[in-house]
């Protein structure tokens, strides 16, 4: 046999990007199997729709772009961001609503931006908030969790009739079962209510939040099989909740009738699954470690500020697009100190030298 | 006492690979049926030859002397006659030839007179630097720096801590692991020559935790001597200079600087009990220790093998299946380079031979899109973004490249190895380092013959004024002459005949002729106002 001439290094450990997804696609199943438990079939149902879509949607632009299309659906990063929004939609969303957030997630803010590892944004967050933004009385139609209102007349098929017909299979339309989530009701009382009034609701019932609290533990659980696999770093999701911790609590130890304590904040809404499964995504998310930290703080941020002045009820979507603008800043301040280097090398100071002393000399020309 | 390591968080724990090549005991590699010695198996100037072909060498004769400081002789690794002193592919990664010696073994093994020196302590460092030199010793760890250029580093500065090498962290290779078991005592022994040279205030041996053999035989011959054995977590690239220094001691090498800058040298094991040999008994560097192994060979091992024996004659000794080697790679799996040819010899670099089959080193699958996991990032020695890096290298955006400190890259390749999408990184980066230095080359270059231009312009126009004010000369002094008649008709000089007209012009002639001899000061000076 002819000997190979290939440059070092000669061996990789190539798992293939599919096996990063996939093991962000298991670690959902915490979060997913309490969301199913708590709010009931319809959950399943989303995200067996939407990662479907998400596949077929992705397929058909590699198609049209003349990739091998194979050889890009497996490394399965459409089926994650599929996955990912079905989980963030209310469990009896209209199946249109799911397909076309999902098909414009993928075609739209994937593809059209290039593919994988190319877009700015976070797919599945764009699309979540274009359907928020377009159908806002479905997108925010939530279920009671399991034991509260009416969850117990719910089964299966009327999750599916629901879902496809808008109908549960009595004939009674879905709004017949519908109740505000705990960030809902929070942010319609907290000013007319105090503290042990509002904690009194049956909607928050345990500790933060009735059955919320259990999909939040679910998603906690497996963000940190991620982070301990290696798969995340503590980074993103350590900013996110510590700045949300951190707000929430200077807030409600000023004013506990007026601002939620930081137990809602942290186990009340989407929290746990933004942190660990939608903040983290690397491809528009910062580079560097402290990069990271600092994108995670800046949408812990943006959710408080949004959840507890602005008119949506949860905000992570928010925070993360709105930080997946800043991630290309954070980058430009946030290189590492290289080995044997004295200090941090901004890369602004490279490029800006020579900008300085041009802006400099046309100033004094000007003057 | 047990030292602690510093705390550092990069690196990779890629297959070990170790136990098939340590299983067997160290052996004499056969004798070829010819040498062929490379006069540049070192870093610096290449040897320069003292033998012509012909010549009949005594084992341990030198058959090329060091040109220069930085620059070590190259010695008969045993008695024979030279073939041939000409040009030869080296195993080096450009494939490209250079000078050689060939020499043909006689089979008798015969010695030239050698002896060592009884007291080393008793000689000065100046001294016994040049005896390390004239017995060849280079580093024998990666690079082969001539050892007397380094450790002359080291005696001019103050030195704390001499660190020895004996981490041997790339997969594959146990070349350092035998060398330690085996030679343990010669490896304390040359650490305590080098320390009479630097006199450092500490002697630490790093060694990975995967060689117990080795440390237990290490601990023995230390026992009563200033040499540390400091065991460190088994992790690539933790033998990498910089690397093991940072965690020995928590000081980093600062960029573009050496160790001594920093008061350490760094040796590796096999370069220190190459130290000990030549000073014990004045045997020069002719053979090494080397490792072959990989599936292709029926029985992987170690061998101590002459320099400039032939890799085809280990890999026959080994028992090659020729119908499996895919790959032949000097070096380890993750740094180490391909060769295409197994005539190459092997040189005093050369700590392994790598024959792999297809499927223990299969081509690099097709690469995905980066995903910017960062996984990259949580390896990299340096501290670098890799994947920043291979965004601006892929783009040719080399000025952020360097931004990103490219150059600070070691190309360890641990980036690569964990990149999930299995993007081949460092051949990015040595894209980008290439065309950086091309860009910089041809910057140069560019400069020079714009300055030669220039000067060649400056001159031209510097003659052509010279021509210019000649010319000047002698029209201003034609119209002189000019003058000067028409001043003598105008005072009625008529000219009485022809005749006489023509000798009166004559005369004008010659006048002008000598003023115009005697006046070129004059409008030099104006032409140098101007």
Redesign the interface.
């Known amino acids: 046999?002819?000997?190979?001439?290939?440059?070092?290094?000669?061996?990789?450990?190539?798992?293939?990007?599919g096996?990063?997804m996939l093991h962000v696609i298991l670690a959902t199943i915490p979060g997913f199997l309490a969301l199913t438990w708590q709010f009931g079939g319809g959950v399943a149902i989303n995200v067996i729709l939407a990662g479907l879509t998400a596949l077929a949607s992705e397929a058909l632009v590699l198609r049209l772009r003349g990739r091998p299309v194979m050889?890009y659906l497996r490394?399965l990063?459409a089926l994650l961001t599929g996955i990912l929004l079905g989980l963030a939609l209310p469990p009896f969303v209209p199946w249109w609503v799911t397909i076309t957030g999902t098909a414009f997630a993928v075609i739209v803010a994937k593809q059209l931006y290039g593919?994988?590892?190319?877009n700015l944004f976070n797919p599945a967050m764009v699309g979540y908030v274009v359907l928020l933004i377009s159908f806002p009385v479905q997108m925010t139609a939530w279920l009671p969790p399991e034991g509260l209102g009416r969850s117990a007349e719910l089964g299966l098929g009327d999750a599916f009739s629901a879902i496809f017909t808008g109908q549960v299979l009595s004939g009674e339309t879905v709004d017949a079962f519908t109740m505000a989530t705990p960030l809902d009701t929070l942010r319609i009382y907290a000013e007319s209510l105090t503290e042990e009034e509002l904690f009194a609701l049956p909607v928050f019932g345990e500790f933060a939040g009735r059955g919320w609290w259990i999909v939040n533990l679910g998603f906690l659980a497996g963000g940190i099989y991620l982070w301990q696999r290696?798969?995340i770093?503590w980074h993103t999701p350590a900013g996110l909740i510590g700045a949300l911790a951190v707000l929430s609590l200077l807030f409600h130890a000023n004013d506990a009738d007026r601002f939620a304590s930081p137990l809602v904040h942290l186990f009340g809404g989407a929290t746990m699954l933004g942190a660990f499964f939608i903040a983290t995504d690397?491809?528009s998310?910062a580079?560097?470690?402290r990069g990271?930290l600092l994108f995670g703080i800046g949408v812990g941020v943006i959710t408080f500020v949004i959840r507890t002045w602005g008119s949506y009820p949860d905000a992570i979507a928010f925070g993360v697009l709105l930080m997946n603008l800043a991630a290309p800043l954070l980058?430009h301040y946030t290189?590492?100190?290289?080995?044997?280097?004295?200090r941090t090398?901004r890369?602004v100071e490279?490029?800006a030298a020579p900008q300085a002393q041009a802006s400099t000399e046309s100033g004094g020309s000007g003057a | 006492m047990k030292r602690p390591v510093f705390e550092y968080s990069w690196g990779i724990h890629p297959p070990e690979n170790k136990v098939q090549s340590t299983e067997r005991p160290l052996e004499d590699a056969p004798l070829p049926d010819r040498l062929v010695l490379p006069l540049q198996q070192h870093i610096g100037a290449p040897a320069q030859p003292l033998v012509e072909p012909g010549t009949r060498v005594l084992k341990g004769q030198q058959l090329a002397s060091a040109n220069g400081f930085i620059s070590v002789p190259v010695h008969a690794p045993t008695s024979g006659t030279v073939l041939e002193v000409a040009e030869h592919t080296i195993p080096h990664p450009s494939g490209l030839t250079d000078l050689c010696v060939v020499l043909e073994p006689d089979g008798r093994d015969e010695w030239t007179e050698h002896r060592g020196i009884d007291d080393f302590s008793a000689v000065a460092p100046r001294e016994l630097l040049d005896y390390i030199r004239d017995h060849g010793v280079a580093g024998l760890g990666g690079a082969g720096f001539p050892t007397a250029a380094k450790l002359g580093s080291g005696t001019d500065s103050d030195i704390e801590f001499l660190v020895l090498n004996g981490v041997e962290c790339e997969p594959y290779i146990t070349a350092d692991d035998t060398l330690m078991f085996e030679y343990a005592e010669a490896v304390v022994k040359g650490a305590e020559v080098i320390a009479h040279l630097v006199q450092p205030r500490e002697i630490l041996l790093g060694i990975e935790d995967n060689k117990p053999e080795a440390i237990e035989e290490l601990r023995k011959a230390a026992a009563n001597s200033p040499v540390q054995i400091v065991v460190i977590p088994t992790k690539y690239p933790s033998g990498g200079e910089k690397q093991l220094i940072q965690i020995l001691t928590g000081r980093e090498v600062p960029r573009g600087g050496i160790p001594a800058d920093i008061g350490i040298v760094c040796m590796n094991v096999g370069t220190t009990a190459a130290v000990w040999k030549a000073v014990d008994s004045g045997e020069p560097l002719i053979s090494r220790i080397t490792t072959v192994t990989g599936k292709a060979v029926d029985t992987p091992r170690n061998l101590e093998v002459l320099l400039g024996t032939p890799i085809r004659s280990l890999l026959e000794h080994c028992g090659v299946q020729r119908d499996a080697l895919y790959r032949l790679i000097m070096g380890g799996p993750l740094m180490g380079f391909t060769l295409t040819d197994e005539n190459l010899p092997v040189i005093k670099t050369t700590n392994c031979i790598l024959a792999a089959t297809r499927e223990e080193l299969p081509p690099p699958p097709p690469a995905q899109p980066c995903i910017r996991c960062g996984m990259c990032a949580e390896v990299c020695p340096a501290y670098l973004l890799p994947q920043q890096l291979y965004w601006y290298s892929k783009a040719k955006e080399f000025d952020r490249a360097e931004a990103h400190n490219l150059f600070d890259c070691i190309e360890c390749g641990a980036c690569a190895y964990v990149c999930p999408s299995n993007i081949p990184l460092v051949q990015y980066y040595r894209f980008a380092k290439g065309e950086i230095r091309k860009a910089e080359h041809e910057r140069i270059l560019a400069e020079r013959s714009r300055e030669r231009f220039e000067s060649r312009k400056e001159r031209l126009a510097r003659e052509e004024q010279e021509k210019e004010a000649r010319r000047k000369a002698r029209r201003e002094a034609a119209a002189r002459a000019q003058a000067e008649k028409k001043a003598a008709a105008a005072r009625g000089e008529k000219p009485a005949d022809p005749r006489a007209d023509e000798v009166k012009a004559a005369v004008e002639r010659v006048r002008a002729k000598k003023e115009a001899a005697a006046t070129p000061a004059a409008p030099d000076n104006d032409n140098q106002a101007g």
Do not use: Q, W
């Open positions: 046999m002819a000997l190979v001439n290939i440059s070092s290094p000669h061996t990789t450990r190539g798992s293939g990007a096996s990063v050889f490394d990063s593919g994988l590892g190319y290696g798969y770093t690397p491809v998310c580079t560097s470690n990271r980058d290189i590492p100190r290289t080995y044997g280097h004295v090398k890369e490279a490029e």
